[in-house]
């Protein structure tokens, strides 16, 4: 089905500001420079950086109209954040930018910039796992902007690249964003969007040839990179003509404008951060600093270089500021008068603390580190973020005939039929949602364990048939996926499937709403081919289909060649162990394809972790070996290789100087953010480190407990790639753009030779060890505890759990999940309306609750009647046995109904409503009860008594997710087993209902 004739909506959560006037003269450069070292910073918890702010920043705060404007991400989605001056810079949300229905998905990420106003801010923001993926990186991001005075959020253009230097803003309210089709084999365009940022509407739209970085909106054009040159895009006449301005002196990694239509430039060259100016006519070096030391910042009246700059000269370059601060800072204020070096969420520290928490554990809460650099004073603060709330419903109706369709529909008489299966919407092998594909998430000892034996080949605990309750064979790990021999010998490094497991699904072979002990449906990468879009409907064939721990592709896509079987294919889906197995044989054949084609890094003794470089770029975006493809051309991809500008030329080792590089992977290729893994490990949700760390080399010149990494990008140049490892002008060493920049070479710096110059394995795990305690973060949810009576489940047979439940009360009825309105419709224009396509997106399971499972979605704002939001409704019925119930003309029978709720994922205020069914009685046909899910359970496994009601045959409990007007999309509701007790006297003790006969 196509998806409808409209664009999915932000969600955005705003937090209204008034802001200061911003009509105040600027400081000059000599008063933005730091005399003294900086002071250590004094913490604060409200957003507040200076308890004294005239002692910080100078007596003129209160009238000053500088502000900063940053950006960081975390599970609640991509935090934008303003701090005024004449506030004593205290630190604010204006707005959380994510998606509705992506929840699910882990932390985001993203870029922010200010307009030349100072009024609005633009950003561009994704899911973290879209670092992942080179096709996300390159055009699946979304973009906004943001009014910093009203909080007003405007999404723009759809389907923008994910790099540091986009978006790019110049010294008016015009931003530019880009999308770039330059990957591994094509040839390679980026598509230039000038926006503007008072209405958010795309005003200018270019296409050019190869790969164009660094974009800086003018007047007359969109000034950048190109082809190792600084260029021009022309705006008037001459609209989408490139024109050459100058060769680069070095690989640039900051632009900005000062005055007079001067741009300063920031490159790296002869391993120094190098600073020069572009007047219109030359290029004048105007200093250097420390790699990695130096930031350059837009500044209202002209620009601001800022970190270790005592080698900059700016006194023949008018406009620019410096501001000396001990490293390069995250963002400078517009007027320079604060430097804001570090910008994390709680949570996102915790990737390496807290990582994998169903309750998002430090969410929310943004740790902030800045200096005042007038007078050396730093500060930190924690800034608590605004919770969630809509700004309008996620799907609108269409309007017909002056009413809304649904209603239209409902009075023409079209016949509702029910939802195709969901099964035929995505390509994927292993279906979402099906309770015999329920993936069992385990704790980081486990994941350690399995790494420590796959590698070595002892990965054989053997799963008996119907493991996790599948219905497959008994099988090992290894016997379903036998770890492939390296050529020439030898074993994968414990370590570096550690750190590909970390960067791919943080530890999470279950989705991300799974905790350790949990089941869950698998961790799948874009199941329905929608970029994991609730607004959109399913795209079949579009998949991505990575399942799992190791987010297992190869083979789980029913589209393409080759497929698993199911036994295989399952046990990948649900068994971290086997996902593990598979995924360790992917990356020894990408060893054994570089070793075909003669590609070695260092000695290519594969015991070292720092020889497996090239390995973990060929895992992530393919090794190509067919000379009869390609113009003969061979290796690995440009995409990945350090050279590339889509990723900054002074960045350090990931994660080696913070641990806020977490907050934009995109920064890093993937071999690189891996190698930042295996150095770095993360930690679980309770603090301790997932794995173990490997084996430092213990000679050699590099930094004491480190990997041996190589530090110049472009040793993947060569004669072999049509890249030029040593070109003075240049920021794009192999401006061909295509396949010709593929690397079919070797590389060695003289690391992993031996112990004193290579980082080794270091196992936990004795080889042949017995599989470990499963550390649960939540305890297990009761086993056939149920109040006598009519016990419904919320599956058909309550057995097909992960925690071995098995029940032992009959079936007392039948459990159904109803999707939107039942209505599918193919309207005149060839669209469709299916709100049963839609509704289960946002549908999960969760191993946990009575017997071991439970559903839940979200609760989406909605109503009755006119009001109903039919798009995103699941409803829940829990029918008792007829046969077991009075038929109608009886008095009717009381039944004191229990509802059970788990003790994660219940978060929200739910009605529950009896119909009674076929009665004579004169009864009340339908009754309701408000159940707080969240308070009810208290963290706990509850049975929750509604009270008694009087029923018949054709009687039901249901609940949805769409009855209340108050619903954000973020409150869990779930739905668990029920009990419909007979009783002859009506319940003192139920939260609703004590009458017998209402």
């Not at 650099?373 to 924690?382: D, F, L, N, S």
């Not at 969630?388 to 039929?417: I, M, R, Y």
């Amino acid at each position: 089905m196509r998806p409808l004739g409209r664009a999915r909506r932000l969600t955005a959560r705003i937090v209204p500001l008034s802001c200061a006037a911003l009509a105040v003269s600027l400081l000059p450069a000599s008063a933005v420079t730091a005399a003294a070292a900086p002071q250590q910073p004094v913490p604060h918890t409200d957003g507040t950086l200076f308890a004294s702010p005239a002692k910080a920043l100078g007596g003129n705060w209160r009238t000053s109209g500088d502000r900063a404007v940053i950006g960081t991400g975390d599970s609640k989605g991509f935090h934008v954040l303003v701090a005024d001056e004449s506030q004593s810079f205290r630190y604010r949300e204006v707005a959380d930018l994510t998606e509705a229905g992506l929840d699910g998905i882990g932390p985001w990420t993203g870029y922010v910039c200010t307009t030349g106003s100072g009024r609005y801010a633009a950003a561009v923001y994704a899911p973290s796992m879209a670092a992942n993926k080179p096709a996300l990186m390159q055009h699946g991001a979304f973009a906004a902007v943001v009014d910093l005075e009203t909080g007003k959020v405007t999404r723009s253009v759809t389907g923008v690249q994910l790099a540091y230097f986009s978006p790019g803003c110049g010294q008016g309210d015009t931003v530019t964003f880009t999308r770039s089709a330059v990957g591994d084999s094509g040839h390679g365009t980026t598509q230039l969007f000038d926006v503007d940022a008072t209405t958010g509407r795309t005003v200018d739209s270019t296409t050019v040839t190869g790969q164009f970085t660094n974009p800086l909106p003018t007047a007359d054009g969109d000034i950048g990179v190109l082809d190792g040159r600084l260029v021009k895009v022309s705006a008037d006449e001459a609209r989408g003509r490139v024109s050459t301005l100058t060769d680069l002196p070095g690989r640039l990694f900051a632009i900005a404008p000062s005055t007079g239509g001067a741009v300063d430039l920031a490159v790296v060259s002869n391993g120094k951060d190098v600073l020069h100016r572009w007047d219109g006519s030359k290029l004048t070096k105007l200093g250097t600093a420390p790699l990695g030391k130096l930031g350059l910042f837009p500044r209202r009246g002209g620009d601001l270089v800022a970190g270790q700059v005592s080698g900059i000269d700016a006194t023949e370059a008018p406009g620019l500021a410096k501001a000396n601060a001990p490293g390069k800072p995250l963002e400078a204020s517009r007027q320079g008068h604060l430097l804001t070096t570090k910008a994390a969420s709680e949570e996102l520290k915790g990737i390496t603390s807290k990582i994998g928490s169903s309750g998002g554990q430090g969410a929310g809460l943004i740790d902030v580190q800045a200096l005042a650099p007038e007078t050396g004073t730093m500060a930190t603060t924690q800034v608590a973020t605004a919770e969630a709330t809509s700004s309008g419903p996620d799907d609108v109706e269409p309007d017909v005939n002056g009413q809304p369709e649904k209603d239209a529909l409902a009075q023409s008489g079209v016949a509702p039929s029910d939802p195709n299966p969901q099964s035929h919407y995505s390509n994927c092998l292993v279906k979402r949602n099906d309770p015999h594909a329920q993936a069992l998430q385990p704790s980081p000892n486990m994941v350690e364990w399995a790494v420590d034996q796959a590698v070595h080949g002892d990965l054989n605990i053997t799963r008996p048939a119907n493991y996790l309750g599948t219905g497959s064979a008994s099988y090992t790990p290894q016997g379903l996926f036998p770890r492939a021999a390296l050529t020439g010998g030898g074993t994968v490094p414990a370590q570096v499937m550690l750190g590909i497991l970390a960067q791919e699904s943080n530890f999470k072979q279950a989705t991300w709403h799974s905790v350790p002990g949990d089941g869950g449906n698998p961790l799948l990468g874009d199941y329905y081919g929608n970029g994991d879009s609730i607004h959109y409907y399913p795209n079949n064939g579009a998949a991505d289909c990575g399942y799992g721990i190791a987010q297992v592709t190869s083979g789980m896509n029913e589209a393409k060649p080759d497929p698993y079987a199911p036994t295989e294919a399952y046990a990948i889906a649900t068994d971290y162990a086997a996902n593990i197995a598979a995924g360790l044989q992917i990356l020894s054949k990408t060893w054994n394809q570089l070793k075909g084609l003669g590609m070695n890094v260092n000695t290519g003794n594969p015991a070292y972790v720092e020889n497996w470089f090239m390995a973990l770029w060929g895992y992530n975006s393919g090794v190509y070996t067919d000379t009869s493809q390609n113009g003969g051309h061979i290796g690995l991809g440009w995409f990945n290789n350090p050279a590339n500008p889509n990723y900054p030329a002074d960045r350090a080792p990931f994660l080696r100087d913070s641990y806020d590089d977490a907050a934009h992977p995109a920064d890093w290729p993937y071999e690189e953010k891996i190698m930042g893994w295996v150095e770095t490990p993360q930690l679980t949700y309770n603090g301790q480190p997932s794995y173990s760390y490997p084996q430092f080399p213990t000679g050699g010149t590099g930094p004491a407990g480190k990997l041996n990494l190589n530090l110049n990008y472009r040793a993947y140049c060569d004669s072999s790639n049509n890249c030029d490892p040593g070109a003075a002008s240049g920021t794009d060493p192999c401006p061909a753009e295509n396949e010709t920049c593929w690397f079919h070479g070797s590389v060695d710096w003289g690391a992993g030779g031996d112990s004193t110059n290579g980082s080794s394995e270091n196992l936990a795990y004795s080889l042949a060890s017995g599989e470990p305690q499963l550390n649960r973060q939540y305890a297990a949810g009761p086993c056939g505890n149920a109040p006598s009576g009519l016990l419904v489940d919320d599956l058909g047979n309550p057995d097909d759990n992960t925690q071995g439940c098995t029940e032992s009360q009959p079936s007392g009825g039948k459990f159904t999940l109803q999707f939107g309105d039942n209505f599918t419709y193919h309207r005149g224009d060839g669209t469709w309306r299916a709100t049963g396509d839609i509704a289960p997106i946002d549908l999960h399971q969760l191993g946990a609750g009575y017997d071991g499972h439970a559903w839940f979605t979200h609760g989406y704002a909605g109503g009755t009647g006119s009001a109903a939001n039919l798009w995103h409704t699941v409803t829940a019925t829990w029918t008792p046995d007829p046969s077991k119930m009075s038929e109608p003309g009886t008095t009717g029978l009381l039944y004191d109904i229990y509802v059970h709720l788990p003790n994660h994922g219940a978060q929200a205020i739910v009605p529950y409503t009896v119909h009674v069914g076929m009665n004579t009685a004169g009864a009340t046909p339908t009754r309701t009860c408000g159940v707080n899910q969240a308070t009810r359970s208290n963290g706990n496994d509850a049975w929750v008594e509604l009270g008694t009601v009087r029923m018949w045959q054709g009687g039901n409990l249901q609940a949805d997710n769409t009855s209340r007007g108050d619903y954000t999309g973020d409150q869990d509701v779930a739905y668990d087993a029920v009990v419909f007790k007979p009783t002859t006297t009506a319940s003192s003790t139920g939260i609703c209902f004590h009458d017998a006969m209402p």
